[in-house]
């Protein structure tokens, strides 16, 4: 349902919107269509006059009457100009573009367009969070007419050497006398300080970051509702909202349950999971991390319909995760064997740029000794016996995966009827949960029973 510009204070992701706004140069002023709709975001511009927004354009900026926005990721799809007439001289020039992300700021936007945090509003971060003996102690303070605002937040963790991640709690009061009611909510949101530059001017980066954490570990595509920016306006707090393509971003899967809960302080212990461990979030969002990129491939293979694709990507992260090599010849002797095999080369004709690729050759496969497979099985044997026991894995089957991968590759023939090839894809993705589980610094002994929450996909 498309929602009139007149009527909006926040952005709702799965709403539609179209705004008629000015986009300016200057004193110059152009007409625009701004339009939102959860599977594209477009910008159009329509004008007599010369503007510079052109094919090369990737941000812009634009209000209505009451509204700013900030547009980023933009992708032109189209440009025309034409003659309206001659005398006078009269032209047209119209330019449309894709729009990644669009920052929606009522009134005003900050200084310089940087933002302070980041909150995410969603269903799946409530169901990841559970029911903890925090919430009962706002619960409480609340009906005893205390002051609420000391237990509004469930955790903080840094995130890396200047920002900080946690959820908290927005504390609403309601009371009208003229319907009879009073009431109290305190819905959670995930929230993250922004601090670096990037982040400030691009708080979509650390969103897609958050978000493909949260996938993971809940094991389903998250439902998020909204996402709002926190910045600051003379001395006043405000709040923008970001609003981005999302059809990919809607539950795909969802068993009713999540894969490995938060586990801080819950009201009810019956998972038998060690809690998430906080420093995992500072592992996972230093600045020269390599979990993001994993995490984000992960997400992407995670989603791919085509089955032999899951495979082959599940595949390829465990096997970057598992490779280790072993030398066949010491350092020693490898000097040695290459001396000696210079030299007979050399007196059988072969150039000196040959001579040198088979040398580069020679010290690849001296350090080749481990292949996939023994990687792969090294791994699975590493794991704790009860992990291994509910796997349901084997050094045989193992070997069976590593082959049916390797014919997939090189486009061999292979015998794999379509039940067979989920099970393997589902073997692979869970050791790979256990592989990215490690990464994060996540002890895996502590987690034994997550095997029986794990889905076949």
Known sequence: MEIMQDRVTELVLNQSYTFKVVYSEGDAGFAGVLNLTPELITFKVMTERSCNLSWETTEAKCYDFRNRFILK?????????SSLGNIPSVGFYEIEFTVESVIFCPGQGPAKGRFQAIQIHSETVNNWVGHTTTQE??????????????????????????????????????????????????????????ESDENKRNPLVIYSKIY?????????????QSVSLEYD?????????????NNSLKP????????LPLGKDPRFESWGLAPFPLSSF?????????LPDIMSKYVKYRNMGNIEDRLLGYFRLLEKHCYNKKSYLSDELLVGLTKSAK????????????????????????????NTQKCVTDFFNSLPSQI????????VLIESICKLRNDITHANEYRADENQMYAYTAFVHHLLIFALLQKLGVILVNVTNLTSRLRNY
């Open 252 to 259: 795909r899967r969802s068993n009713g349950f999540i894969m």
């Open 212 to 224: 493909n954490l949260i996938a993971f570990l809940t094991g389903i595509e998250p439902s998020v």
């Open 343 to 370: 030299e007979f080369l050399k007196s059988n004709g072969l150039a000196r740029k040959e001579i040198l690729s088979f040398e580069k050759g020679l010290k690849r496969f001296n350090s080749s000794k481990y």
């Open 73 to 81: 990721g933009l992708r032109c799809t189209g440009s025309r100009s």
């Open 233 to 245: 306006l003379q001395g006043f707090t405000k709040y923008a909202s970001l609003y981005f393509v």
């Open 388 to 395: 291994q026991n509910g796997l349901g894995l084997s050094s």
């Open 137 to 194: 102690k706002i619960l409480e303070v609340n009906h005893d007419g205390g002051d609420v605002r000391p237990f509004l937040t469930e955790f903080m963790a840094e995130a890396n050497s200047c920002e900080y991640i946690g959820v908290q709690y927005n504390a609403n009061y309601n009371h009208s006398p003229l319907s009879y009611e009073q009431s109290f909510a305190f819905p959670p949101s995930l929230f993250y300080t922004l």
């Open 282 to 290: 500072e592992l996972y969002f230093s600045s020269d991390s390599e």
